[in-house]
């Protein structure tokens, strides 16, 4: 019973092409997030979301897009993709902002995106 | 400027030594602190936090970290390294808004 799934592990694609990733947390979480990693591991926020707010991170070409069919799912849409789009992204929940453990975030175990 | 850094890139230690892994921030106020391991082709998994009370916390797998307010500092540590601890650690911090900072990381080697 995996807390935050995201499917596929891995995702190798050409680029220009349009893909999406999915992410389903069954730990009844407020908040989701998405994450890149980079090929050096650095690790940066591309959108936190719930069902009053989306807050994108500036940086964040708008060829990414968040979708939320409900508040346990929070899948990333991306447009034309592009060979530096390669990364790993990860998908992470939290409880609803106000609450003790508000800011502790779970993590997907991550979705390998190579873009050729 | 605001940041969580972790010093070390690469630590090697050898089995059933001790281990300590550096983290320091620089934000105004204390943030939220939280320390996340991830292992080779895997996400990352919460070790330990800390919000406030009690400065050393324990965590899982016999990690623990100490919050210094005056080094700005939240460092990990583990008496005994077992072969399995092999992994990259990440520090990282929720300021004020709200927002996950994360370190660089840390890449540990466990020798036999």
């Known amino acids: 019973d995996t807390a935050v799934s995201q499917t596929p592990k891995y995702l190798v694609t050409q680029m220009g092409n349009d893909k999406s990733i999915k992410c389903e947390q069954n730990?009844?979480?407020?908040?989701m997030y998405w994450y890149k990693q980079d090929s050096k591991k650095f690790l940066k926020i591309m959108f936190s979301?719930?069902?009053?707010?989306?807050?994108i991170n500036e940086t964040v070409p708008n060829r990414f897009s968040p979708k939320s069919p409900d508040k346990a799912h929070l899948n990333l849409h991306i447009n034309s993709l592009e060979l530096g789009d390669s990364a790993v992204y990860f998908c992470?929940?939290?409880?609803?902002?106000?609450?003790?453990?508000?800011?502790?975030?779970?993590f997907g175990p991550g979705t390998r995106l190579l873009v050729l | 400027a605001q940041s969580v850094t972790q010093p070390d890139i690469h630590i090697t230690v050898s089995e059933g030594a001790s281990l300590e892994l550096r983290c320091n921030y620089s934000?105004?106020?204390?943030?939220?602190l939280f320390w996340y391991v991830q292992s080779p082709g895997q996400g990352l998994q919460l070790l330990l936090k800390?919000?406030?009370?009690?400065?050393l916390v324990q965590g899982i797998k016999g990690f623990e970290a100490e919050f210094k307010r005056s080094q700005s500092s939240f460092n990990l540590r583990k008496p005994s390294v077992h072969w399995s601890d092999a992994a990259e650690y990440f520090c990282?911090?929720?300021?004020?808004?709200?927002?996950?900072?994360f370190g660089a990381g840390t890449r540990l080697t466990v020798k036999p």
């Open positions: 992470a929940s939290s409880q609803e902002r106000g609450g003790v453990d508000q800011e502790t975030q779970y």
């Open positions: 990282a911090v929720v300021p004020g808004n709200n927002d996950m900072r």
């Open positions: 979301y719930n069902n009053k707010e989306l807050i």
């Open positions: 800390y919000f406030s009370g009690d400065t």
């Open positions: 730990l009844g979480h407020d908040t």
């Open positions: 934000y105004g106020a204390t943030p939220y």
